[in-house]
């Protein structure tokens, strides 16, 4: 796991792990999801084309939305130590 917060200048924390990057985000206005709960991060996964690859060689991404609580957690423990990436 690398860390990579200086690349994503928006970024509160950005890890690369191979071909898996994850980014967090602070949210300027909070989000309430279906479930109802206020979110105030979001979680950007991201997966390269290879582990070698350069952070623009994006195959795919996808987002998720996390409270306070837990984006705290996540920036206390680490990224993909809160969070399993399949």
Not at 23 to 41: D, H, S
Not at 43 to 69: M, P
Request: include cysteine; charge should be negative.
């Amino acid at each position: 796991m690398i860390d990579i917060t200086e690349q994503f200048e928006q970024s509160v924390k950005a890890e690369r792990d191979g071909a898996n990057v994850l980014i967090l985000y602070a949210l300027e206005i909070p989000r309430r999801p279906l479930n109802g709960k206020l979110c105030y991060y979001e979680l950007c996964h991201e997966w390269l084309k290879n582990a070698e690859a350069d952070l623009c060689e994006v195959q795919g991404s996808d987002f998720t939305l996390w409270n306070k609580k837990e984006g705290k957690e996540m920036l206390a423990k680490g990224l993909f130590a809160s969070v399993d990436v399949i």
